[in-house]
């Protein structure tokens, strides 16, 4: 808990390339909804809407004005995403403005999360594009007011942040950046995730070209890359992250059944074996789906919660409607469905095939698809 008195400089935990304040009740459910979509965000909102799931979520939590704690904010993070009135904001930050090449980006958005407003540092600060993954993840309208909004390029650092992307590493942001914007040539290598990153209505800039292979995009020898997938990449693949990023879309859907009172433990590492066997990455997964029977089982709630990954449950007659390769008279007997992690992976991701069609293992049986977009 982080209080706030006139005569002491708060004391912020700070993880994250951006900052994301809230200091109403709407705007609690705003940052919070961002805290989770955005990788590199921290959130700060006012003790009196705890919802109990702070520390779990490193969310922080003030007492007293935030005019006092945005002065800690300002010069720790790379942008702020405030969710505070446009007014007060500029009265706010205005002691604290000292140069644009060195001012955080800030982003103000409205209480209901109509509009997000480009404030400060626009483009060297990356306010601009902030403003528009914002207004992307809230589904808002962005407002950016600069008269030469030319930097209509990927933005690197915040690439797919819209649809949940993470990247492995930061170590090429600033390289890859750089190529980017002095339009070198560049590599988008695309396996997986979600189709429609480019929002500019004109086409992809000349010097970036997409490529459905790490392999096609090595012979053309890119001064730099980005490669979107939820696979790892193998030895003779990996020169293509000499100078690239490697970003993780949300596409892993997890099929799973499980004997009563399984613990937790158990499913994880389930999990992760299944993933190391598949040479799938973690951070793609996106949801855990089974019966419904299941809802309350709390094994699997335990997991998703701590993962932040979706939990979705069928009943039988969903299950049922698919085709599966392996139905079970057994299955059916105790939960009437013919199967439970194979059709549950399939109906989510809406994929013709599994990648891995059914793995029994202790207490649980594991299904894996990649959802299509």
């Known amino acids: 808990m982080i209080s706030l008195e006139e005569e002491q400089k708060p004391v912020i935990q700070q993880k994250g390339d951006y900052g994301v304040v809230a200091i109403t009740k709407h705007g609690v459910e705003i940052a919070r909804k961002l805290g989770h979509s955005f990788q590199n965000a921290d959130v700060y909102y006012m003790s009196k809407f705890e919802k109990g799931d702070e520390q779990e979520k490193d969310i922080q939590m003030f007492t007293g004005s935030v005019r006092l704690l945005l002065p800690s904010l300002f010069e720790s993070y790379k942008g702020l995403i405030i969710i505070i009135s446009l007014g007060a904001v500029v009265r706010m930050i205005s002691p604290l403005l000292k140069d644009k090449k060195t001012d955080p980006a800030v982003v103000v958005i409205d209480d209901i999360g109509e509009h997000v407003i480009s404030v400060l540092s626009g483009h060297i600060g990356g306010a601009n594009e902030l403003s528009r993954e914002v207004a992307a993840a809230l589904h808002a309208r962005p407002i950016i007011t600069t008269a030469s909004d030319v930097q209509q390029t990927i933005p690197v650092d915040l690439f797919g942040k819209r649809y949940g992307w993470v990247w492995e590493s930061a170590e090429k942001l600033t390289p890859v950046s750089a190529a980017v914007v002095n339009e070198e040539k560049i590599a988008v290598v695309q396996e997986s995730g979600e189709k429609e990153w480019w929002h500019y209505g004109r086409p992809l800039p000349e010097n970036i070209k997409v490529y459905p292979s790490v392999a096609e995009a090595l012979l053309q020898e890119p001064a730099a890359a980005l490669v979107v997938t939820h696979r790892n990449l193998v030895k003779e693949e990996n020169p293509i992250l ?12 997890l099929g799973m059944g499980c004997n009563r009172d399984t613990s937790a433990e158990e499913i994880e590492a389930v999990i992760n074996e299944t993933l190391e066997e598949l040479h799938f990455s973690r951070k793609s997964i996106k949801a855990l789906c089974t019966i419904d029977l299941k809802k309350d089982e709390a094994g699997l709630i335990e997991v998703v919660n701590k993962n ?17 390769e392996d139905p079970s008279e057994t299955v059916y007997k105790y939960t009437g469905a013919y199967g439970v992690s ?19 293992s202790g207490n649980v049986t594991i299904s894996v698809a990649i959802k299509q977009y």
């Open 242 to 253: 000499h100078n690239g990023v490697l970003y993780r879309p949300k596409v892993i859907v």
């Open 308 to 324: 932040g990954w979706e939990f979705v449950c069928y009943s039988p007659s969903e299950l049922n409607a698919v085709k599966i």
């Open 342 to 360: 194979e059709p549950a992976a399939l109906i989510y991701s809406g994929a013709e095939k599994l990648e891995l069609v059914k793995k029994k």
